[in-house]
């Protein structure tokens, strides 16, 4: 919610750009977070395996469907998508 803003207006980007490098900032954060999972025993690869096909499937299909979509429609998704998990947090 903060970092496309501030790609946009601090540094000049324009959305689509800002978009892609907020989303390209998340892979390193998760590699990092698998690693220490990993190092201290954490780390179910039985568990993890469905996660990390559907996240690779769906990283694909996203950065193919990234391209022709409408900076619109992309706002919107990303707006709904923050306010179903806020929903579920609150509800469940």
Not at 9 to 25: E, H, I, N, P, Y
Not at 31 to 56: C, E, K, M, Q, V
Not at 77 to 85: K, M
């Amino acid at each position: 919610m903060v970092l496309v803003p501030l790609l946009t207006s601090k540094c000049g980007l324009d959305q689509r750009k800002a978009f892609a490098t907020s989303v390209a900032v998340i892979l390193p954060l998760c590699a990092l977070s698998s690693l220490i999972y990993f190092l201290r025993g954490g780390l179910d690869w039985a568990t993890a395996l469905p996660y990390l096909a559907g996240g690779l499937i769906g990283g694909f299909v996203g950065g193919r469907l990234f391209q022709s979509l409408n900076m619109d429609w992309l706002r919107r998704g990303f707006a709904l998508l923050i306010l179903y998990g806020g929903v579920k947090s609150l509800l469940f």
